[in-house]
């Protein structure tokens, strides 16, 4: 394992692997970390992957963008959108969508509103732009930059984005019919969700960590009778071509 990479960058990486090649997906506001996972998997494995646009679509950006403004995001794109035409783009659904946030819970549901209740709320969120695009996209793929109970919590203050709401029953009386949350990636472990309870579960710990770390900063069950892979660490050439090809500027780093 390269002694350096720092989570950031073994979070891109690892979400990296999870994309195939000529499928359609974005990222949100602020998201270098998805940017920087699609832009990895295009040299790596998938070079037929189309950036689905954040008010661009397909650009073809010479390293990550330090922000949403950053002129980078409009290299090469096929086309410049308003936010009627993304909207509109996205409702017809794409393979891929990336999401963080406040809370994720046990069933991969989202909070972007609030922490507390809607009557008194303790911390406000920037809220959540385009509800409607993770009913409509194929895959979820979550992800936290850090790891704590009052991030993965057992159910969400807010529901903000659905994921597997409370489980299939529940999802299925909802309509929502897409695959939803496959997979979270955090500094110490990855997760995905079991096939028939729809809840989330250890899918792999990184080697850094431990299972007891893992269970002391998860606010809900676990599934401690599993068998739990140890993941696999960045290699030498994903870190190579992440920092000298496309974060040159060394957001991740920072």
Not at 218 to 232: D, M, Q, R, S
Request: net charge negative; glycine share 8%.
């Amino acid at each position: 394992m390269p002694t350096s990479c720092t989570d950031l960058e073994r979070i891109a990486i690892l979400l990296s692997r999870e994309l195939q090649d000529n499928e359609i997906g974005s990222w949100g506001v602020g998201g270098i970390i998805p940017m920087a996972a699609i832009m990895l998997a295009k040299k790596m494995h998938a070079p037929g992957i189309i950036i689905g646009g954040e008010r661009v679509y397909n650009p073809k950006p010479s390293s990550l963008a330090a922000g949403l403004d950053d002129p980078v995001l409009m290299e090469k794109a096929e086309a410049i959108e308003g936010f009627w035409e993304l909207f509109g783009h996205w409702h017809k659904g794409v393979d891929f969508f990336f999401y963080s946030g406040m809370q994720i819970d046990v069933y991969g549901n989202l909070n972007l509103h609030l922490i507390g209740s809607i009557e008194n709320p303790k911390l406000r969120g920037p809220g959540v732009a385009n509800i409607s695009l993770i009913q409509r996209c194929k895959k979820i793929y979550l992800y936290s930059p850090d790891h704590s109970t009052k991030k993965f919590v057992e159910k969400v203050d807010f529901i903000s984005a659905p994921g597997h709401l409370f489980g299939p029953q529940s999802k299925k009386d909802a309509a929502i019919f897409n695959e939803g949350p496959v997979i979270c990636v955090t500094p110490i472990a990855t997760f995905d969700f079991d096939p028939v309870t729809l809840r989330m579960r250890i899918k792999s710990i990184h080697s850094h960590s431990t299972f007891e770390e893992v269970k002391s900063k998860t606010g809900f069950e676990l599934n401690e009778n599993a068998p739990t892979l140890v993941t696999i660490d960045p290699t030498d050439l994903e870190l190579k071509i992440l920092r000298e090809q496309i974060d040159l500027k060394g957001l991740l780093r920072k």
